[in-house]
């Protein structure tokens, strides 16, 4: 629960007020935070170190850890989606052949049209499973998840025509969008503030994990079996069973019982997740949340008002903007090109085997997206994004001037070379970074919805580029529209003006419970500034630095 999650101190504030005594309303009115006779209700473990939160909350961290393999398949099929494209018994299945030689090939607007309508159809994931995780609970919404993966993976495996792959394509998008949001919805609520950031990283090294099982299913196929291009659908069965298997030990997240008032539910939450940690106060700690509720509640003007209108309000407009140009970053820095089309991306380059090239790249994104679990609450947010950005801007200038000059071995060999050291910077600062600002930034109340609609806004750009790049990289067409490497040059400038704009918008999250943020946001804080600021909190005493 980033916030409203335990977090056990060494030395706990003294004589914290008994749950009877704490006024819910008056916590959460804004003059009574700056009273020091009435510091803000905490945790009675808000001051405990990472390695501290790590064995008292293990099974809360491993709750996480669980909610993250629900992405697999979303890595898995994404990738799987890009790369299948080069296979030999896929191009016979569902290529056209050319009249005058007879050699069957795909035609790149046809690979577009599949990538683009995966996209538009999580979009539709996305806010399906947003509402059923606010209405029926993360746990119903992972099940869901996982059934319509299952489903998505049953229609591949059987289709035959063009038009049966797209209406695979369809499916299996509705099943990352499901996946994706209830994900980023359930890791912060139950996450430990002091490794919030390190479990939200679970998400993009499962999506990794995914992406590498792809890259070694194709890999296998291409080498034993290429014209049996179903073998590597026939994978996901595997990935989604894993998950399938740990749902049961994934407990409900307390805060969406407290937010539908269901109490005693909420209580049973906090119980099966925290209950056996010795000196844990559950009517103190519920109370906690109950605070952070309230004060939610009472900064909302109108009650009429929809969730999704108040997203784009006032201080939430503020939240959300920050959020979507924080994820953003992974889309305009490159990412669509290396990992959603590596294959067919180290294809166009030259490289001879681009299947075992794309093992290589998979394999140096999961081994250094583990560093991440590390830098994202020891070095911040802000910090790991303006470093990758930089990073990754530099490569792709690089890579983009290297696909003016004639292929020769070297020029290829470098060009392999720069594309590991892009993955690289963007796996140990980016990757593990970008995904949850969204689901950090957001005001607890509006999480699943700012999340839900964050996410989109990103996806309306992963479609944009779905169709685009396969046609920018293609060495075929219309020579005008032929990039081919040089398509990094494009995302060299889009990275740039990230960069620009979330100096300006995106605020410090390191070490910051959920009520420093909204503290800092009414007292409109410009967030760059957010990172030096002395909450009251802080002030008080009741929570040290982290």
Request: charged share 15%; net charge positive.
């Amino acid at each position: 629960m980033a916030s409203t999650a335990p977090h056990l101190t060494a030395e706990a504030p003294a004589s914290p007020a008994s749950p009877r005594d704490l006024d819910l309303k008056s916590l959460s009115d804004p003059e009574d935070i700056d009273t020091p006779s009435a510091p803000p209700i905490q945790s009675a473990f808000v001051n405990l170190t990472r390695g501290q939160a790590v064995r008292t909350f293990w099974y809360a961290t491993m709750c996480c850890f669980f909610a993250g393999v629900c992405v697999l398949m979303e890595g898995y099929q994404s990738s799987t989606a890009g790369s299948i494209v080069s296979n030999i018994g896929f191009i016979e299945q569902f290529g056209t052949a050319d009249p005058v030689t007879g050699k069957k090939a795909l035609d790149a607007s046809y690979v577009s049209a599949w990538g683009g309508t995966g996209s538009v159809f999580a979009i539709f994931g996305h806010q399906l499973n947003s509402f059923i995780a606010d209405r029926w609970g993360r746990r119903i919404a992972f099940l869901l998840a996982a059934l319509t993966a299952i489903a998505g993976i049953l229609t591949e495996q059987f289709v035959t025509t063009m038009a049966g792959w797209l209406g695979g394509k369809m499916v299996t998008g509705l099943g990352w969008g499901m996946g994706q949001v209830v994900a980023l919805t359930y890791i912060p609520e139950v996450a430990p503030v002091q490794l919030r950031g390190a479990l939200l990283c679970c998400y993009a090294l499962f999506v990794a994990l995914g992406q590498l099982a792809s890259a070694i299913a194709l890999l296998v196929v291409n080498r034993t079996t290429p014209h049996h291009w179903q073998r590597a659908i026939y994978s996901g069965y595997v990935l989604v069973g894993i998950f399938l298997l740990l749902l049961p030990f994934i407990g409900e997240s307390p805060v969406f019982y407290a937010r539908l008032e269901r109490h005693e539910d909420a209580k049973k939450a906090l119980k099966r997740l925290y209950g056996k940690i010795d000196g844990y106060d559950i009517e103190h700690e519920y109370a906690v949340i109950r605070a952070e509720i309230e004060h939610e509640r009472s900064l909302r003007q109108n009650e009429n008002d929809s969730v999704y209108k108040e997203i784009f309000m006032g201080t939430n407009l503020l939240r959300t903007l920050p959020s979507f140009f924080g994820l953003i970053m992974i889309q305009w820095s490159g990412a669509s090109v290396v990992f959603s089309y590596a294959t067919y991306f180290l294809q166009q380059v030259g490289i001879a085997d681009p299947f075992q090239g794309s093992c290589i790249v998979f394999t140096l994104l999961v081994a250094t997206l583990s560093v991440s679990f590390y830098c994202t609450d020891r070095f911040g947010r802000r910090t790991l994004l303006f470093t990758g950005g930089i990073g990754c801007f530099i490569c792709n200038i690089i890579l983009g001037t290297l696909g003016v000059v004639k292929h020769t071995p070297a020029v290829l060999n470098a060009t392999l070379g720069v594309i590991c050291v892009w993955v690289v910077i963007y796996a140990s600062c980016l990757g593990g970074v970008c995904w949850g600002l969204s689901s950090e930034i957001a005001t607890p109340r509006l999480r699943a919805r700012t999340t839900a609609v964050v996410v989109n806004m990103s996806t309306l750009f992963s479609l944009l580029f779905g169709y685009t790049v396969p046609l920018m990289l293609s060495n075929k067409g219309k020579a005008s529209r032929n990039w081919g490497v040089k398509t990094m040059y494009l995302f060299a400038c889009l990275g740039a003006i990230g960069l620009v704009i979330n100096y300006f918008m995106l605020p410090e999250l390191k070490g910051r419970t959920y009520a420093e943020l909204d503290e800092m946001y009414e007292k409109g804080i410009p967030p760059r500034r957010m990172k030096a600021y002395v909450t009251q909190a802080e002030k008080t005493g009741v929570k040290k630095r982290i």
